[in-house]
C-alpha cells in the first residue's frame, strides 16, 4: 500500500492518479489525523507526505511511520515555488 498524506484532497487524489497510472494500484489518501485508521493492517510501502503539512504535523508522522516499519520510503512533497 501507498499513502498520500495531504491536507487538501484535490491534491492528494492527483498525485494518487499520477501514481496509479505507473501502474501501482494500492493507493491510499488520507488527513494527517486519519491515516493510520484508514490504513488498517495493510503493510505501508511507500508514504508521500504532502507540501501542505504543517511542521508538526510532519514529525508526528514521522515518529508515527518510523514506529510501524522504519524502512519505509518516504517522499516529502514540496510546495510549487514563488521563482
Known sequence: MILVINHGQEQARSLKQL???MDTPDV???TP??????LGDDPLD???VGADLSESD???LLVDVGRLNPDVPIVMMQGESSS
Not at 33 to 38: I, Q, V
Request: no cysteine.
Open 19 to 21: 501514481i496509479e497510472f
Open 28 to 30: 491510499l489518501t488520507s
Open 33 to 38: 489525523a486519519e491515516w493510520r485508521d484508514r
Open 46 to 48: 511507500a508514504l508521500f
Open 58 to 60: 510532519v514529525k508526528q
